[in-house]
């Protein structure tokens, strides 16, 4: 008997989400920490949803590499430290429990993995939580930052969507050991290496605390190190390639590269349609090449 098919959501109940970030207590946390700007940048790139299943809480949606919405998980952070609220009986939920959806076979993916899709150039990097993931993609942008939603989420079914990918795991400092692990068993489906960075840093109240990737980050201003990482060597571009213009491309890799990206992604916009603050949609490649090819039929002589 063939395994049952994962479940998923309604993209209009995802859609539904995607608003009320005044009263959503993380996103707040994330404009007070990095600013409106930056705050806005990663609601719209992880997607992070508000639900009113409790007042403030935060929905961390996972959608797969094909765009398939496999459901969010509901939870409620204190809008000044970021911190997962202590509230008695506000224990992190999913959508489809809170919507009672019958039969719903729920089959986990990588938070973030529908960015996958999108930079198909980075290095991946995994963290155990969503919140981490978020924060750690702000102080170290050269990386594509997914989270496993859970300590034992690290698994071969869900590490699929990572087949033939560099990736960098960093475990928090209470799962180091089985992460270890997990990096030799899953060798064979991506080139996997482990962060030392809180094994070496980590005081022994850390340890005792867990410390994870976010608790060490946001000691720092994120203007000041991410100009320190800027001042290293580095690629020609150090952004993603849709952050860039098609004059910018075509200069840095050429006419046929830049026409590669140009299509890569506006197959991707089109495959996230239903998806209306996806990235892609309206980045500045596809933007400046659809204003290139609207001159030039403008100038184009009619027979």
């Known amino acids: 008997?063939?395994?049952?098919?994962?479940?998923?959501?309604?993209?209009?109940?995802?859609?539904?989400?995607?608003?009320?970030?005044?009263?959503?207590?993380?996103?707040?946390?994330?404009?007070?920490?990095?600013?409106?700007?930056?705050?806005?940048?990663?609601?719209?790139?992880?997607?992070?949803?508000?639900?009113?299943?409790?007042?403030?809480?935060?929905?961390?949606?996972?959608?797969?590499?094909?765009?398939?919405?496999r459901s969010g998980k509901i939870m409620l952070y204190n809008p000044v430290t970021g911190k997962?609220?202590?509230?008695?009986?506000?224990?992190?939920?999913?959508?489809?429990?809170?919507?009672?959806?019958?039969n719903f076979n729920l089959k986990q993916c990588f938070f973030g993995?529908?960015?996958?899709?999108?930079?198909?150039?980075?290095?991946?990097?995994?963290v155990e939580s969503e919140k981490t993931a978020i924060i750690a993609s702000v102080y170290l942008p050269q990386f594509?930052?997914?989270?496993?939603?859970?300590?034992?989420?690290?698994?071969?079914?869900?590490c699929l969507a990572l087949q033939g990918r560099k990736v960098v795991l960093f475990p928090d400092l209470n799962a180091f050991d089985s992460w270890k692990c997990k990096a030799m068993e899953l060798s064979g489906i991506a080139a996997f290496t482990l962060s030392e960075l809180l094994e070496k840093k980590a005081t022994e109240d850390e340890r005792a605390q867990g410390l994870d990737l976010a608790d060490y980050l946001i000691r720092f201003n994120h203007r000041t190190f991410i100009d320190s990482a800027a001042s290293q060597p580095d690629r020609v571009l150090d952004k993603e390639h849709y952050h860039y213009s098609y004059k910018e491309l075509t200069e840095a890799y050429g006419e046929e590269e830049a026409l590669k990206k140009v299509q890569q992604y506006a197959e991707l916009s089109k495959q996230y349609q239903s998806c209306k603050n996806f990235v892609v949609h309206n980045c500045p490649l596809l933007q400046s090449y659809n204003q290139l090819q609207h001159e030039k039929a403008a100038v184009s002589p009619t027979l």
């Open 1 to 69: 008997m063939p395994p049952k098919p994962a479940s998923t959501i309604d993209p209009s109940v995802f859609r539904a989400s995607l608003s009320g970030y005044a009263s959503n207590r993380f996103t707040v946390y994330l404009a007070d920490h990095f600013g409106y700007d930056i705050a806005s940048q990663l609601i719209e790139r992880y997607f992070i949803g508000t639900s009113k299943y409790w007042d403030g809480a935060t929905v961390f949606w996972q959608i797969d590499n094909t765009g398939c919405i």
């Open 144 to 158: 594509t930052w997914l989270a496993t939603g859970g300590k034992g989420g690290l698994n071969a079914e869900k």
């Open 113 to 126: 993995e529908h960015l996958l899709q999108v930079e198909k150039g980075k290095p991946v990097a995994v």
């Open 84 to 102: 997962r609220s202590k509230d008695t009986g506000k224990y992190p939920t999913w959508v489809h429990t809170a919507l009672k959806l019958k």
